[in-house]
């Protein structure tokens, strides 16, 4: 296992779970993150993680808020793809190898099975195309990279779904949830020990990697009030219903199997994941 990584959004979601394990996993362990560091700034970028001298670069930085990089499109593509662009060069100069993580928005949601790692993409959303646009970059610049396709992330600490709905069942009875979009929720405890493996595994390239099995959000929901022990009602909507700025793919699945087949160690099921992310 490399002995020093660099974390880049380690404050975040996901990072803050991937700087932790690592810590408590004995690894020395660097962080970037605003306010701080600015990955869109290149040059800081590049001197901040040369003078740190990281074995791997964990990028974990993104502007995340999906239906604000609608809005605000200039930022979406400078954080996700330029600052990714710019990680990479630093890693290039190194010669270290990065992981990277994408998201099931780069693909357009109409095919009819789980998508593959190498099925076409085809964003929709600004956010998918500047993600899409940073996978490229590391394709382009880094010869050693795991590009990690991820959906429906879960963490503790973070603005994700299930906060949403404990936090809607504290004032109101009844909530109308999308019934006609389907994927995988990923929880970030699950996901953190695989990314490691993978690490570990040298087994460069594209995978996706989420919690076992499929279900919409409407079930989803349904899932977070029963499991809580809540008592409202959930009641399924189809997306027109629910109109948002950045269109969503009605098909997030993500087949699992080249990862699961590769590294040999299958996810939890999303359920199980919940379970444990309640009792937390
Ligand atoms: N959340 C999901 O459902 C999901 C699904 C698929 C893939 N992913 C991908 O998984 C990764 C982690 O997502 P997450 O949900 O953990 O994200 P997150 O909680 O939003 O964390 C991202 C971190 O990056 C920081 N950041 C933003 N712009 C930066 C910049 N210019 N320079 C340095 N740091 C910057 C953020 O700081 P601020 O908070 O101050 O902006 C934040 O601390 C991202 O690559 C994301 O695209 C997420």
């Not at 500047?130 to 880094?142: A, D, M, N, P, T």
């Not at 429906?152 to 009844?174: M, P, R, S």
């Not at 499929?214 to 109109?243: Q, S």
């Amino acid at each position: 296992m490399a002995s020093h990584i660099l974390i880049t959004g380690h404050k975040g979601m996901l990072g803050n779970e991937l700087f932790s394990f690592a810590e408590n996993s004995g690894m020395q362990v660097s962080g970037m993150d605003l306010p701080e560091h600015d990955i869109t700034k290149r040059d800081e970028t590049s001197a901040v993680i040369k003078k740190a001298q990281p074995d791997i670069i964990i990028h974990a930085a993104a502007f995340t808020a999906v239906d604000k990089c609608e809005s605000e499109a200039d930022t979406a593509y400078r954080v996700n793809a330029n600052g990714t662009q710019n990680v990479c060069l630093a890693a290039k100069e190194l010669s270290i190898p990065i992981v990277y993580f994408s998201t099931d928005y780069i693909f357009d949601g109409e095919k009819k099975e789980p998508y593959d790692e190498d099925d076409a993409p085809n964003p929709q959303s600004v956010y998918g195309k500047s993600k899409y646009e940073g996978e490229e970059f590391v394709r382009e610049l880094c010869p050693k990279h795991y590009i990690a396709r991820i959906s429906w992330l879960c963490g503790h600490g973070g603005q994700n779904f299930v906060e949403t709905i404990l936090k809607l069942a504290a004032d109101k009875d009844e909530i109308n949830v999308v019934a006609d979009q389907r994927g995988s929720p990923t929880f970030v405890t699950d996901l953190v020990p695989e990314v490691y493996r993978l690490i570990e595994s040298e087994s460069y390239g594209i995978y996706h990697i989420t919690n076992q099995g499929y279900t919409t959000w409407y079930d989803f929901a349904k899932k977070i009030v029963e499991l809580a022990g809540l008592k409202m009602r959930v009641t399924p909507c189809k997306t027109e219903d629910f109109p948002r700025p950045a269109p969503r793919p009605k098909n997030s699945r993500l087949s699992h199997r080249l990862y699961d087949e590769t590294i040999g160690n299958k996810m939890p099921t999303w359920e199980e994941g919940l379970q444990r992310y309640l009792k937390k």
